[in-house]
T-cell receptor, first 114, second 112 residues
Framework: SAVISQKPSRDICQRGTSLTIQCQVD?????MFWYRQQPGQSLTLIAT?????????ESGFVIDKFPISRPNLTFSTLTVSNMSPEDSSIYLC???????????FGPGTRLLVL | GQQLNQSPQSMFIQEGEDVSMNCTSS?????WLWYKQDPGEGPVLLIA?????ELTSNGRLTAQFGITRKDSFLNISASIPSDVGIYFC????????????FGEGTQLTVNP
């Protein structure tokens, strides 16, 4: 399995500001994903981060709110823009490697918006 | 997106007891995954299942891929306090690209 790190691990932000979350993998991977986990809830896929092209967003998530970069096969960023308290969640990156559909998750970024 | 039906939602057990949880769906999956999430951490992959009927163990954990491809269970034997956490099932369909469908989680509490 890949070793995945995320920065920051947690942050407290003010309403209306933006936060960029970084995800670094210790090996090259084709598939990288960003998830949101709201308090007490399961995981919801935000988008697939595609290397060299625009991310593929799931229904309910838009690029203006969650811009994603994927400059190479080991790194991706997710920005949470113009934040509101409803954006308070854990944001997780994952990578697809190994068997079909298998994903490994990073440690998460805990975001609190005041 | 569509959620898997995961049960039970929560469990309170005594140390040493066995635990069983399961996930069901109205449609088939090609891969079943079981994750554990500790407080303040990301989900950790416990077991991956790729074939209908497959039974796989990882220490005290055993999981099975249902023969109908619509369900999976996870058993934990002789539970210990560090088994506390949230357990998620996830399914993958080849027709859904790389997307995973997640269950809503089982919160496990183990009393010493």
């Amino acid at each position: 399995s890949a070793v995945i790190s995320q920065k920051p691990s947690r942050d407290i932000c003010q309403r209306g500001t933006s936060l960029t979350i970084q995800c670094q993998v210790d090996s090259q991977v084709t598939m990288m994903f960003w998830y949101r986990q709201q308090p007490g809830q399961s995981l919801t896929l935000i988008a697939t981060a595609n290397q060299g092209s625009e991310a593929t967003y799931e229904s309910g998530f838009v690029i203006d709110k969650f811009p994603i970069s994927r400059p190479n096969l080991t790194f991706s960023t997710l920005t949470v823009s113009n934040m509101s308290p409803e954006d308070s969640s854990i944001y997780l990156c994952s990578v697809g490697t190994g068997g079909a559909g298998t994903q490994y998750f990073g440690p998460g970024t805990r975001l609190l918006v005041l | 997106g569509q959620q898997l039906n995961q049960s039970p939602q929560s469990m309170f057990i005594q140390e040493g007891e066995d635990v069983s949880m399961n996930c069901t769906s109205s449609s088939i999956f090609n891969t079943w995954l079981w994750y554990k999430q500790d407080p303040g951490e990301g989900p950790v992959l416990l077991i991956a299942l790729y074939k209908a009927g497959e039974l796989t163990s990882n220490g005290r954990l055993t999981a099975q891929f249902g023969i109908t491809r619509k369900d999976s269970f996870l058993n934990i034997s002789a539970s210990i306090p560090s088994d506390v956490g949230i357990y998620f099932c996830a399914g993958h369909r080849e027709t859904s690209g790389s997307r995973l469908t997640f269950g809503e989680g089982t919160q496990l509490t183990v009393n010493p």
